[in-house]
Structure formats: structure tokens, C-alpha cells
């Protein structure tokens, strides 16, 4: 059964970097079925989608947030990695690693975000 | 961008009520729409993808419908388990799989 699994540091500083990597188990990271994504929450707060990268490296970003973001995949550990620069008190978190399906529903493909990540609480603070 | 929004924004029910849930987006997205529940402290769990296809292990009296801009997931008959909060997400083309604010679904 696919798991996925986020880590990485749970405090960050104003102005650093946020890495965390999301490491896939039950399955492999480089099936050409799937996208893998980022997803965040902030607290008591909605979902915001961040990108999302094929196994081969392409890679899609959220307008708002290309700038500060880069998506990379290493398929060697079955894993994916999220940077986010010059974070502020906003980026403050939980991050979601997820897998995009494509599904073909009447000879269209469809995405959808099948399976989750617990999420990874991220606190920006000094 | 294409924004969604939902309504309502949050809801009180009883256990065995049909609920309804409204998502529309500010231009059209065909049936490029999923939904998910969350509950708290826990992760979103895809409910229905291409707006009317459940996803696998979900039960039947959840159901989605639309096309367009407007969108209804409806549940059937309300049980306990279902207290939760609600998103939609337009997946209609990258750049953007924007989510809806999200609908919570209370106990009366």
C-alpha cells in the first residue's frame, strides 16, 4: 500500500529556507500514472495547492508563490523535495506531500489527489 | 486565475439529513473538479474526482454533480463519521489546482 511520508525541520527563520522532503514507500516514485504535489495549511485556515513535479522532473508551480519555490525529485530514494525561500510569519503551515492520479473518465484525463502525507506542522518564527 | 467558491460556508445537520453542498468557479472547468473531507488534525480524503466519480472505497450516499461553473456534493444521508470539513478543487489546467475556502458540516 503507497505511503507517503513528509520530514524536515519543524521551526524556521524569517528570511531562510524551508526544505522538506517527502519520501514515497509502497510503491514507485517514477510509475508514469502520477504527479506528486505540495499542498499547505495554514492554521485554522484553508488548502493551498504549491506545485507539483513528474518523475522526470517537470515541474508546475502556483503563480503566487513560483517565485519563492522549487520542486526537485530524486527517483533513486523514491523521493520529492519542496524549498520555499524567504519565508514569513504567512508560510507558517502544515505541508502535505500527495499523489496526483490521472484518471481517464469518458476518454479525458483527470487529475485528482488520491493519497496524502500526514502533514508536517512548519512554524516560521525567530 | 480561476477562484471557487463554496456555499455555504458552513452548515449545521442531523444524522440522517441529505445535505448539500454548492462549488462554483469563476470560469468554466468542464468536470475538471475533486472533492475532499478533512476532519481535524488530518490529512484530506479524495472523495469524488471528475465531479461525479467516486472514488474507490468511498460510500455511495456521497455524491457529486455538475459541470461548467456550478457544482453540488451531496450526502445522501448524513452519519456521524461525516462531521467534517468539505473542499472542492478545480484541476482544470496547471498553472493552478486552486481549492475552495471550504464547507463545515456541524452536528445540530
Known amino acids: 500500500q503507497l505511503q507517503l511520508q513528509e520530514s524536515g525541520p519543524g521551526l524556521v527563520k524569517p528570511s531562510e529556507t524551508l526544505s522538506l522532503t517527502c519520501t514515497v514507500s509502497?510503491?514507485?516514485?517514477?510509475?508514469?500514472?502520477?504527479?506528486w504535489g505540495w499542498i499547505r495549511q495554514p492554521p485554522g485556515k484553508g488548502l493551498e495547492w504549491i506545485g507539483s513535479?513528474?518523475?522526470?522532473?517537470?515541474?508546475y508551480y502556483n503563480p503566487s508563490l513560483k517565485s519563492r519555490v522549487t520542486i526537485s525529485v530524486d527517483t533513486s530514494k523514491n523521493q520529492f523535495s519542496l524549498k520555499l525561500s524567504s519565508v514569513t510569519a504567512a508560510d507558517t503551515a502544515v505541508y502535505y506531500c500527495a499523489r496526483d492520479i490521472v484518471v481517464v473518465v469518458a476518454a479525458t484525463g483527470h487529475d485528482a489527489f488520491d493519497i496524502w502525507g500526514q502533514g508536517t506542522m512548519v512554524t516560521v518564527s525567530s | 486565475d480561476i477562484q471557487l467558491t463554496q456555499s455555504p460556508s458552513f452548515l449545521s445537520a442531523s444524522v440522517g439529513d441529505r445535505v448539500t453542498i454548492t462549488c462554483r468557479a469563476s470560469?468554466?472547468?468542464?468536470?475538471?473538479l475533486a472533492w475532499y473531507q478533512q476532519k481535524p488534525g488530518k490529512a484530506p480524503k479524495l472523495l469524488i474526482y471528475a465531479a461525479s466519480t467516486l472514488q474507490s472505497g468511498v460510500p455511495s450516499r456521497f455524491s457529486g454533480s455538475g459541470s461548467g461553473t456550478e457544482f453540488t456534493l451531496t450526502i445522501s444521508s448524513l452519519q456521524p463519521e461525516d462531521f467534517a470539513t468539505y473542499y472542492c478543487?478545480?484541476?482544470?489546467?496547471?498553472?493552478?489546482?486552486?481549492f475552495g475556502p471550504g464547507t463545515k458540516v456541524d452536528i445540530k
Open positions: 470560469q468554466g472547468i468542464s468536470s475538471y
Open positions: 509502497g510503491g514507485s516514485i517514477s510509475s508514469s500514472s502520477y504527479y
Open positions: 478543487q478545480q484541476l482544470n489546467s496547471y498553472p493552478s489546482f486552486t
Open positions: 513535479i513528474y518523475y522526470s522532473g517537470s515541474t
